[in-house]
């Protein structure tokens, strides 16, 4: 029966597969929100708007390996990392569907810098995560590195959404129009996946 369950390092594989989706889809959601406010989306934004939506649908059966898991401390601590990737999952997949809220519009340039900002460390956190494993799987004290990153970046995040949120009080004068209002959901999505990478890094270090 133990035979059938996977081992530590298949393991990690199967984790890095996923964090390697999710590190793609960042990069979308980090390029379409870094276009300036006179850009217009052509075609090829379309495209990989597409990508972006059916790589969310594909990750659905990568967490099939789950069924799998040992039944021992190694299960339990996977598991927890599951349930944080499931939640970045989910959370880039609001982050999508408000970008299309905004219909193509360009975001407001009060929020370009702090927002582009925050979308970048994202998408760096979710590189950091990706190399973290890999290198977890052959024991690399390079790993340390990537978790001392993330750790740093999720920081900066949280004290990147203070500013913003100071700066977006200022422009509007307290008032939020929809897209004002879309916007600002959209920096709380990504602090909270800031959030969800930092505690699935913490596990994995300990794997």
């Known amino acids: 029966m133990a035979s059938e369950f996977l081992d530590r390092s298949t393991i990690l594989k199967e984790l890095e597969s996923i964090a390697s989706i999710q590190e793609r889809i960042s990069e979308y959601v980090d390029k379409r929100i870094c276009l300036k406010c006179d850009e217009v989306l052509d075609e ?16 659905v059966d990568r967490y099939g390996f789950s069924k799998k ?12 990392i599951v349930s944080h990737l499931l939640n970045i999952q989910h959370t880039f997949l609001k982050v999508l569907v408000r970008i299309d809220m905004l219909q193509e519009e ?3 340039e009060i929020f370009m810098d702090s927002l582009t900002t925050i979308s970048a460390r ?7 995560l990706r190399l973290m494993i890999n290198q977890r799987t052959s024991n690399s004290e390079e790993a340390e590195n990537n978790l001392e990153l993330i750790i740093k970046l999720e920081r900066q995040i949280d004290e990147d959404n203070i500013v913003i949120c100071r700066q977006i009080s200022v ?21 909270h996946v800031s959030d969800y990478v930092k505690e699935c890094a913490e596990i994995i270090a300990e794997i």
């Open 69 to 80: 898991l040992p039944r021992d401390e190694l299960g339990i601590m996977t598991q927890a």
């Open 122 to 128: 994202v998408h760096e956190m979710m590189t950091a």
């Open 106 to 108: 360009a975001f407001n």
């Open 171 to 191: 422009a509007t004068g307290g008032d939020s129009d929809f897209s004002c209002y879309i916007m600002r959901k959209i920096v709380a999505d990504l602090e």
């Open 44 to 59: 090829s934004w379309k495209g990989r708007r597409k990508e972006a939506f059916k790589q969310i649908r594909n990750l």
